[in-house]
């Protein structure tokens, strides 16, 4: 510990972390922990080669090595998803009148919903990304996100702030070392919240199973987090080209998610849902690498037209149903 | 440091850390920004908790905060 200052702030920064371990105060402990750890950073430098000049990536690190930082965040996350659960069983129990701004109400501590839920997401991205990706989020804690957030939300306000959490594109500056004095910050570079692994765990276990997701019911928010994932695992994978002006289908056998993406386009009752999806399937087929062999291409999209012709027969079949007839003009 | 780092997270009080952190007020702060902090609905809703937390921040902030 350099100076007392720095044993302050440290100070603070484990009352904040015990907080959050109890689940009280989540909102000003998530704005203190992450100011805390912002000034640790910025007055080291960015220097870590000195045990006695912290980091911010080390402090991270440290609450992670004893305690598990995210699996704290997630904790708090839950926590405070059953004090609401809570708070609304009492509202239903007493027959008190509905809340009318949900995103205003207090249901703990002094901090509106809207500020508690979206520090506590801020809070989770920041470990990460400070921790330069050190400390992940872990498949299991997807599970429990997805569960929490978009299976069985509060309110649907909820669900849209945390897919909107999650379809986010983040940058960061670049930094280059310009000479023995310091850095300079050239252009942005993408970041990802998640780690490959998670992004794939999020897409072929959450996404692509009709089993955690239902397709029908599916949201417009939820179509495009399933999107976004579409483009970056088949980026991954090498299926996709996503570096030109337009996506480029290189591997079209081997895409992953197609069957899903299928369903979502002929079986959603979203209308924005389906018809981003359609999009994104005519997308597939017409832009397949100039590689493909022109036979191939020409049976790619003979096999299209067969499929979209039999969805469009079930569709035509079932006419009597309420929208049908746009469902089958909008295919056309 | 951060071996005292890890021991404090284990056991916060009884490290020592909060020696000396009565200066600015720190400890006032910090109380009034807890969920406990008892205090009537117009301080409350007047953003007593919001300016406290913003007063910590800075006063953490500073380059040679005592």
């Known amino acids: ?332 | 440091m951060f071996s005292d780092f890890k021991a404090a997270l284990e056991d916060p009080e009884k490290v020592g850390l909060g020696e000396g952190v009565k200066l600015y007020g720190l400890p006032i702060l910090w109380n009034i920004v807890q969920d406990s902090f008892q205090a009537d609905a117009e301080k409350k809703s007047g953003g007593l908790p919001r300016v406290a937390l913003e007063a910590m921040e800075e006063i953490l902030a500073r380059p040679l905060a005592p």
């Open chain 1, 1 to 332: 510990m350099t100076t007392t200052g720095q044993g302050q702030r440290i100070y603070y920064l484990l009352k904040a972390v015990n907080n959050l371990r109890k689940g009280v105060s989540l909102y000003p402990s998530a704005c203190l922990v992450m100011s805390i750890i912002e000034v640790i950073d910025s007055q080291s430098g960015g220097n870590d080669e000195q045990e006695s000049n912290p980091t911010g990536q080390k402090a991270i690190q440290c609450v992670d090595d004893c305690l598990g930082f995210v699996d704290l965040v997630i904790a708090s996350i839950t926590e405070y998803d059953s004090q609401v659960k809570e708070a609304l069983k009492v509202i239903t129990r007493k027959k008190k009148a509905p809340i009318e701004q949900v995103e205003e109400h207090i249901f703990t501590g002094a901090s509106t919903h809207r500020d508690t839920q979206s520090k506590l997401l801020d809070l989770l991205e920041f470990v990460v990304l400070s921790s330069n990706h050190t400390v992940t989020i872990q498949t299991k804690n997807i599970d429990v996100l997805w569960r929490i957030y978009v299976n069985s939300p509060n309110f649907t306000s909820d669900q849209v702030q945390f897919l909107q959490f999650i379809n986010k594109r983040r940058q960061r500056p670049m930094r280059q070392m310009v000479d023995a004095t310091g850095f300079s910050e050239r252009g942005y570079q993408e970041v990802y919240l998640l780690s490959p692994e998670e992004q794939k765990h999020l897409f072929t276990s959450i996404l692509c199973n009709s089993s955690t997701v239902d397709y029908r019911k599916l949201s417009a928010g939820i179509a495009k987090c399933f999107h976004t994932y579409f483009r970056l695992i088949n980026r991954d994978e090498g299926h996709l080209d996503l570096s030109k002006r337009k996506v480029e289908v290189l591997d079209f056998e081997r895409l992953v998610g197609m069957p899903s993406l299928w369903e979502i386009s002929f079986d959603c009752e979203n209308e924005r849902a389906r018809d981003d999806s359609r999009e994104l399937l005519v997308d597939l087929h017409l832009r397949l690498s100039p590689a493909y062999d022109p036979k191939m291409k020409k049976e790619i999209m003979l096999t299209f037209l067969d499929r979209s012709m039999s969805s469009l027969a079930e569709t035509g079949s079932d006419l009597s149903q309420e929208g049908s007839a746009r469902k089958a003009s909008s295919l056309v």
